[in-house]
């Protein structure tokens, strides 16, 4: 609120005391924020370093196994990616030691599908060497199953942010409209 | 009333929140918490209550940011969920007492022409009138809500909040009146 109108004049009366704000902004702070603990926050340095760890042997292997399928040296590939998005995001949480309420989502959604394609490559090159071949399908059209979840599920969160900052430009624009009219009235006056 | 230019601030500050766009939430929290603060504290009595019931205000915010799709209704949102978690803190302190028999419908016209300017006085004032009355005075003097609004916030016609209104003034009226010629 910007403009001094009379509730702000109003809301001004009443003040915190100066107990209770610190007290307040304390509970709001470790809302927005949960400060980890050293073994929590040595726990997401070592999942980082594990996630490196899958970049560095799956990344080799995808590069350098010519002697592999093609099939499963995208698997490999994948999951190097999926190894360093758990490294970036551990590896984040840990340097800062503090993890944000509000980002948690965002890095779930990149979690669930790094695991989700890294199952379901793995699955696929587990069923290709399978002897049995009616127990390989059966393997294949569940690992499928959940595959295609998760991509409905990228792809909803996709649409929704993208909704999001649509709707944010159209209502930027709209800000910068009302500013204007607002210049004039002023100027007028 | 809110001003275009703050309406759609909030909007668009709903949808950074929506988006987990850092910062985006500590600004919501600091540009509304004076005015929650203000009408949680006419609602409950003791400061710690009401610092509890904003946390809670705020913990409960948090959560449910994510599913507000119309953020046009922000402030509502807000006030709707500050009011129910006073509510339930409070119940039968404050429960009890907000049943309250409403004013006969019928709005003399020549009622509303006495105008509040300051601030401190309305403060004062404010303090000295039924919880009910108080309540809806607090949320027209915040001046965030339409009449619709507020009948949202409290869970009543908007017909009844023209009346709460109208007879809340006046009660509001009365105690400065008495107050001036102390």
Redesign the interface.
Same mark, same amino acid.
Do not use: K
């Given at each position: 609120?910007?403009?001094e /109108?009379? *509730?702000d #004049?109003? =809301? +001004?009366? +009443?003040q915190? *005391?100066p107990g209770?704000r610190e007290?307040?902004e304390r509970? =709001?702070k470790a809302? &927005?924020e949960t400060r980890l603990t050293p073994i929590q926050r040595f726990t997401f340095g070592f999942t980082a370093l594990v996630g490196i760890g899958f970049l560095v042997v799956f990344g080799y292997l995808a590069i350098m196994a010519s002697e592999l399928p093609a099939l499963a040296r995208g698997g490999f590939a994948l999951g190097s990616i999926f190894g360093l998005v758990w490294g970036i995001v551990a590896g984040r949480v840990a340097w800062k030691g503090v993890m944000h #309420? /509000? $980002?948690i989502? $965002?890095a779930l959604t990149g979690m669930v599908w790094g695991l989700i394609v890294f199952v379901t490559v793995g699955t696929l090159l587990v069923t290709g060497k399978h002897p049995d071949s009616v127990r390989s399908v059966y393997m294949v059209l569940s690992v499928l199953v959940y595959f295609v979840m998760g991509v409905a599920f990228v792809i909803t969160n996709r649409i929704d942010?993208t909704f999001? /900052?649509t %709707? +944010?430009k159209f &209502?930027?624009l %709209?800000?910068k409209l009302? %500013?204007i009219? +607002?210049r004039i009235g002023e100027s007028k006056q | 009333m809110i001003t275009d230019r703050e309406r759609i601030y909030n909007e668009l500050l709903v949808l950074r929140c929506r988006r987990r766009e850092d910062g985006a939430m500590e600004e919501l929290v600091h540009r509304w918490e004076k005015r929650l603060f203000y009408y949680i504290r006419r609602l409950v009595s003791d400061e710690e209550d009401a610092c509890d019931v904003l946390q809670e205000t705020w913990l409960k915010a948090i959560r449910g940011i994510a599913t507000l799709r119309d953020p046009g209704i922000l402030p509502m949102w807000l006030y709707r969920i500050a009011r129910n978690t006073a509510m339930s803190r409070l119940r039968g302190r404050y429960a009890d007492k907000a049943v309250i028999e409403d004013e006969p419908g019928e709005i003399p016209d020549n009622g509303d022409s006495f105008t509040f300017e300051d601030a401190e006085q309305v403060h004062y004032g404010l303090s000295r009138i039924s919880l009910p009355h108080r309540e809806v005075l607090t949320l027209y003097f915040l001046e965030d809500l339409s009449v619709d609004e507020i009948a949202e916030v409290l869970g009543v016609a908007s017909g009844t909040v023209k009346s709460r209104l109208h007879f809340a003034k006046k009660a509001l009226r009365a105690v400065l009146e008495q107050e001036a010629v102390r």
């Open positions: 609120m910007t403009d /109108r009379f *509730s #004049r109003l =809301v +001004e009366s +009443e915190m *005391s209770c007290r307040y509970e =709001v809302m &927005l #309420r /509000r $980002n989502p $965002n942010q999001i /900052r %709707e +944010e &209502l930027q %709209e800000l009302a %500013e009219a +607002e | -």
